[in-house]
């Protein structure tokens, strides 16, 4: 089994990430401190994750290999998709888990082991198993929300449903072809639309609490039996469609049945209608082939074969009726709404009272009031439990009838006695009786008597208490709605302002965030142009250390030509004395020439010899004079050009100082506009901390001025939707009915 830390004793982590391993070189990832487990699309075999998740994400094991998983107790949440389209065959729940997510299961067509869910779950989502093979589940009374086709098309063979739930949403276990067993909770109000379209349950029992069947709940199903609980007011449209239904009972209570409700049932033989049913819809018995026989004394048509109106059933509503006409007889009795004594009338619990006599007793400071009366049992087939008197005062107060009450079975009929004892200053209103035990007013619908000596006035009493308390109402209603216009005014003069409050910082906010982004622009600016000047300071350094690298060269090229100059002129110096022994000598030798010339005419040739020697030896000289003077401007020259270089190099070291003292007025520039960069910095951060909370402000404003909004709105439409109500009559038979526009029932008509 590749367990959270099996195989890699020590996870791999990065700042907020585990690693886990989940099967050969496969892993999974968990995100901390969320304890999110994600990334297992990879994963295969047998997985036990590890006790760090908390939750599961979405997709987290979408379509992995996972043979079986347990889910560790750390788990609240498996997120949407986590396991869907996997081939997990068993998965084991922690008692956590508090949700299972959208289409979490959803075709895990090989999850077939049955499912335990932990009484921690308080929702299934949408799908959750929808497609799966789940075969068994049993779900804890912690659930309280199943999503619409959670099961749809599952393996689902059994079910229970528990008392937490109220709703089955639509198309909860439609489709699922394998149901045989479902339990519905006791909490159940509502069955969804085609919640068990085209399964294959056969028999069903459906509790008290429901109240409405939707449409197509049952349709085409293989559902031959149902037990409808008395609850049921409305069957919709195609309800019971092409099932195999059988039989139907309604409950008596049922008002509505639609359209096509048994459509297609080709096996339903025989239905009973309650008498009280209001509507009718159309196409009802459609292909009801195998219908003989349908009970119903009401007045509704529409049938495909004549109702039958058995005699029990006639003779109930018959009793009914009568009791009704009695009970109408005995408020006719007197204008003001109380019977007369020794007169037998009937009671809402169905008993034959007769209030025989009432009798006063005054005391020192109170008064006893004692009855004598009849209750008897005039049906031949119905047990009815007795009923108990009770006294009502003008000043609200009310007092029963305390003692044990048994059944009377048809037939019986029993005398009895009671007395009160109130104290004096007290007014009696009325005796009633079954006017309920909790009941705190007077009710003309019940049986009452006047005390003796007391005129019966209940209907101008309660007439005009009603009246008093209708004028108080519309006199507080009144009040309330000029408070709540003045509170909507305020409220709208405060959101006014709230709102022109808002534009306005709205505005200082555009207007700051447009001046932080200049600043952040200038800082920018600032920052590059800094960056420039460092830049240049840099190469100006550089370019001042190579020309007084230059420098240095040229200094000691200088002092080598200075010493060569001076060579060259210690040269040029012994080649003109040189020059001046052999001009010397030269004109020594021309002088003994000259005097010898006369002497040395024989020696013609070695004069002529002599003279050509000299000639060459003065040629030599005149190249030599020339060759002096030659040296000699080139040591001017030279000269000239060391005394410029000389002048150079100090312009030099003046522009290297200029330049040393620009750049110690950049560095100090460039520190103050650091230093200013910086200020510059903490005011765009204080002015962002202050946008932050302009901000917050902004949005707590706006919530504010949308819970106002809402609350006006609410207050509004609360004024706006003020029931009122109307009395609506039906032959004998009347009806209050109480709405914001209240409208008579088919066949009803307004009562003037």
């Known amino acids: 089994m590749v367990a959270g830390l099996l195989g890699a004793t020590t996870p791999n982590a990065s700042a907020e990430t585990l690693i886990f391993p989940c099967g050969g070189a496969a892993t999974y990832a968990v995100i901390m401190p969320a304890g999110v487990a994600l990334d297992g699309k990879n994963c295969f075999g047998d997985l036990v994750i590890d006790s760090s998740v908390i939750s599961i994400d979405q997709q987290a094991f979408f379509g992995s290999a996972l043979k079986s998983v347990v889910i560790p107790n750390s788990v609240k949440i498996i997120g949407h998709s986590a396991f869907t389209m996997s081939y997990v065959e068993s998965v084991t729940f922690g008692n956590s888990v508090e949700e299972i997510g959208v289409n979490a299961f959803y075709r895990t067509r090989r999850l077939n082991a049955d499912i335990i869910l932990p009484s921690s779950l308080k929702t299934i989502g949408y799908g959750a198993f929808r497609e799966s093979s789940v075969r068994q589940l049993s779900i804890p009374n912690s659930v309280k929300f199943i999503g619409e086709q959670a099961f749809q098309n599952s393996s689902i063979e059994k079910i229970s449903l528990p008392d937490s739930l109220e709703y089955i949403l639509p198309l909860t276990f439609a489709s699922t072809k394998n149901l045989q067993e479902v339990t519905i909770g006791k909490a159940v109000k509502k069955i969804g639309e085609s919640a068990f379209s085209g399964s294959s349950l056969t028999s069903i029992v459906i509790p008290d609490s429901v109240e409405s069947i939707d449409s197509g709940a049952f349709s085409n199903s293989l559902l031959s039996k149902i037990i409808i609980g008395k609850s049921i007011k409305t069957i919709s449209d195609s309800a019971f469609a092409y099932s195999e239904i059988s039989e139907f009972v309604g409950p008596e209570v049922l008002e509505t049945l639609g359209s096509n409700v048994f459509a297609g049932a080709t096996k339903l033989k025989s239905m009973s209608i309650p008498d009280e049913l209001k509507s009718l819809g159309q196409n009802n018995y459609d292909r009801n082939f195998s219908l003989t026989q349908i009970t119903y004394c009401g007045d509704l048509k529409g049938f495909p074969i004549a109702p039958i109106c058995t005699p029990e059933r006639k ?438």
């Open 315 to 752: 003779a109930a509503a018959e009793l009914k009726a009568q009791k009704m006409a009695q009970a109408k007889a005995a408020l006719a009795s007197t204008a003001e709404g109380c019977s007369a004594l020794n007169v037998p009338s009937i009671a809402d619990n169905g008993l034959t009272v007769t209030l025989k006599s009432i009798n006063l007793l005054e005391k020192i400071g109170s008064y006893q009031v004692s009855i004598s009366y009849n209750q008897r049992n005039a049906s031949t087939d119905t047990v009815i439990d007795e009923s108990a008197f009770k006294i009502f005062f003008e000043d609200g107060s009310s007092e029963p009838q305390y003692g044990s009450f048994g059944k009377f079975y048809p037939g019986d009929s029993r005398d009895r006695a009671y007395v009160w004892e109130y104290l004096k200053g007290k007014t009696p209103m009325a005796i009633s009786y079954d006017a309920g035990f909790f009941s705190k007013e007077v009710s003309l619908l019940k049986l009452n008597w006047a005390l003796p000596s007391q005129t019966c006035n209940l209907k101008s009493t309660l007439e005009a208490k009603a009246a008093a308390e209708l004028k108080a109402k519309q006199e507080a209603e009144a009040k309330a709605a000029a408070e709540l216009k003045a509170k909507q005014e305020a409220e709208a003069k405060s959101a006014a302002e709230l709102k022109a409050k808002q534009e306005a910082e709205a505005k200082a906010a555009a207007e700051l965030k447009a001046k932080q982004e200049a600043e952040a622009k200038a800082a920018a600016e600032l920052k590059a142009k800094q960056e420039a000047e460092a830049k240049a300071a840099t190469e100006l350094k550089a370019k001042q250390e190579a020309e007084a690298k230059a420098a240095t060269e040229l200094k000691a090229k200088q002092e080598a030509e200075a010493k060569a100059a001076a060579e060259l002129k210690a040269k040029q110096e012994a080649e003109a004395k040189a020059a001046a022994e052999l001009k010397a000598k030269q004109e020594a030798e021309a002088k003994a020439a000259a005097e010898l010339k006369a002497k040395q005419e024989a020696e013609a040739k070695a004069a002529t010899e002599l003279k050509a020697k000299q000639e060459a030896e003065a040629k030599a000289a005149a190249e030599l004079k020339a060759k002096q003077e030659a040296e000699a401007k080139a040591a001017t020259e030279l000269k000239a050009k060391q005394e410029a270089e000389a002048k150079a190099a100090a312009e030099l070291k003046a522009k290297q100082e200029a330049e040393a003292k620009a750049a110690a007025e950049l560095k100090a520039k460039q520190e103050a506009e650091a230093k200013a960069a910086a200020e510059l910095k903490a005011k765009q951060e204080v002015e962002a901390r202050a946008a932050a909370d302009l901000k917050a402000k902004q949005e707590a404003e706006a919530k504010a001025a949308a819970e106002l909004k809402a609350k006006q709105e609410a207050a509004a439409k609360a004024a706006a939707a003020k029931k009122t109500t109307i009395t609506c009559v039906k032959g004998k038979l009347s009806k209050k009915v109480t709405a914001v526009k209240p409208k008579c029932p088919v066949g009803y008509k307004l009562k003037k």
